[in-house]
């Protein structure tokens, strides 16, 4: 996670320097205006251990798509609250009384990032906040020796109380309408329900890429 985070700070800071010399050469600047926009994309997803090490897994790729509101306040911050359907989960494998296996969990989230932005430059915007996730189906696919199985469950999430806290970041880069996301996130505490919070013992941690256009 570390080190996915440097290099989208060098990616920004590289590229920061280039897009700037092409915004002072077009003399176009949109940083002030309210817009709206659609993007999708991939995740590349994980769980990890907060309790130890030994747990391993494999990470998974899944897919993300939604929409975004760009809010500024002035020139060069503004907010940017998200509404996306996302696909996390892992892979993991192993030997169970002589027998290999493979197990594979895909999680589907309505993410809710909550983000604050910083716009240097008309097309880089530097985003972080905190995210609210709400779990809606989870699926394991099961595979061992002569056994092959398969279980879904649903979840209504009728109490929105009951999510996970979750903090993500990254950088967008608006080509005209067009915006380039990478971002990194990582899930931080649960919410059980009845105003209690804890902190999962395996968390999400994933890294996207999305691709979307800016009304």
């Known amino acids: 996670m570390k080190r996915v985070i440097m290099v989208i700070a060098m990616i920004t800071l590289s590229t920061t320097g280039a897009l700037a010399q092409t915004d ?15 993007k999708g994309g ?14 391993v897994a494999d990470s998974k790729v899944g897919f993300v798509l939604g929409g975004f509101v760009s809010i500024p306040l ?7 609250p998200e509404v ?3 696909q996390k989960g892992f892979k993991s494998s192993g030997t169970f009384l002589g ?6 969990r895909t999680s589907n989230y309505i993410d809710v990032p909550l983000l604050v932005s910083f716009r240097p430059v008309e097309s880089v915007s530097i985003l972080f906040g905190p995210q609210f996730s709400y779990l809606t189906k989870q699926k394991d696919d099961f595979e061992g020796g002569t056994i092959s199985a398969t279980q879904e469950e649903e979840f209504s999430n009728a109490n929105l109380r009951k999510n996970t806290f979750g903090l993500t970041g990254g950088v967008d880069f608006n080509v005209d309408r067009m915006v380039i996301g990478l971002r ?8 059980n329900g009845d105003g209690t919070s804890d ?3 395996y968390k999400n941690m994933w890294y996207q890429a999305t691709i979307g256009y800016r009304f």
Do not use: C, H
Not at 25 to 34: A, V
Not at 74 to 80: A, D, E, H, K, N
Not at 99 to 104: K, P, Q
């Open 199 to 201: 902190t999962p013992r």
């Open 42 to 55: 991939v995740n590349l997803s994980n769980v990890y251990d907060s309790e130890g090490d030994d747990f």
């Open 24 to 38: 002072e050469k077009t003399g176009t600047d949109n940083r002030s205006e309210i817009s709206v926009g659609i």
């Open 84 to 86: 996306l359907f996302s």
């Open 74 to 80: 002035g020139r060069y911050f503004g907010l940017q």
């Open 184 to 191: 990194a996130g990582w899930d931080v505490k649960n919410n």
């Open 99 to 104: 027998s290999t296996y493979e197990m594979t």
